[in-house]
């Protein structure tokens, strides 16, 4: 048990961010790490950065997906292309934001992710958006006032502005320590440096 | 012995290539693939997919030197900055084309490289690549001559276009087949493929 914490910097937009979720507990059973999960937004992170999504250069498209379906298919995992994609994330992410440190936090980041790449909905829609997290057992109408209390926007804003302070240019990123590790391809490494 | 081939897009200015080099002999000895080295022009597959070197975005540039410090480590490989970098290594891969096929390939590849990322000398100097070359046991004028030859940069050019053709949008690239993969990180994706 190394006693060690990963942060781990997502975005629901980011598939490769999806398949650092589902592999991140495994990681911190057998390493005897904790979690601390970073919600941040990828877009604030890019505008800072000059970085922009692989996909706008068009060879990377088709790619990307293969890629994506090589590693769900290593992982066991399902991952679902969403036709809705690319979608607005900040409103999602101020959930994030805003269950963030409470029980909710993962419930709510389940069902967020179960929406955007194992059944894909349009979460731009906030309709379905409401749907969605009432099948969680969200309360639609207090998710609106979360997302708007200035307490929570300013988190994520703080949370996106020390990403990128400290190195980050995409998602996932995860630190251990001082270490920066990018992409869910790296998992070997923080894995590594956290035993 | 699986009796396939993997095709090796290299360019001598990128380093990840580099270290996929320095790993491609023992997959596949361990696989009984063969290795078809397809020397192309980086450059050229930059302008035609719109890509660009990571390090355009400026955080992308002190994490990719160390992300790859840790590969190195884990190879085992000596992977030394070059402070000339970025190359023009348009000449350099004509070169590349020239011997493709002949048993001078691989010698004079080693001899590149080793000038590129292991004992790094400034080969935008044609008397400091002649250095190289000729210690190398390369005559420097019938290099110039080779890599004037119109067959040699004709050669050059038809595999940056096919690789271009065929999806690849940087360096490393691999074939399998029709099985695209980009990066030295994919190399054990490469290594599965070839079994």
């Known amino acids: 048990m190394s006693g060690k914490t990963v942060e781990f910097f997502f975005d629901f937009g980011s598939p490769t961010a999806y398949l650092a979720y589902t592999q991140l507990p495994a990681i911190a059973a057998r390493t005897g790490a904790t979690i601390r999960y970073r919600p941040f937004l990828l877009g604030g992170v890019f505008k800072a950065t000059g970085n922009a999504a692989p996909w706008v250069v068009p060879a990377k498209g088709p790619y990307g997906l293969r890629d994506m379906e090589r590693f769900a298919a290593r992982y066991g995992v399902e991952l679902v292309r969403n036709p809705a ?13 805003g269950y ?6 993962i419930p709510y980041v389940d069902a967020v992710y179960d929406g955007m790449w194992r059944h894909p909905r349009n979460l731009d829609d906030l309709g379905e958006l409401a749907d969605v997290l009432t099948m969680a057992g969200f309360d639609p109408t207090e998710f609106r006032s979360l997302i708007e209390d200035p307490a929570v926007k300013e988190r994520l804003k703080a949370t996106t502005d020390e990403a990128v ?21 790296r998992l070997d490494f923080v894995e590594e440096a956290l035993t």
């Open 85 to 97: 994609f690319p979608i607005n994330t900040l409103l999602l992410m101020r959930g994030a934001a």
């Open 165 to 185: 302070a400290r190195g980050a240019f995409g998602a996932p990123t995860f630190f251990v320590g001082d270490e920066m590790f990018f992409g869910q391809d």
């Open 100 to 105: 963030e440190g409470s029980d909710r936090f």
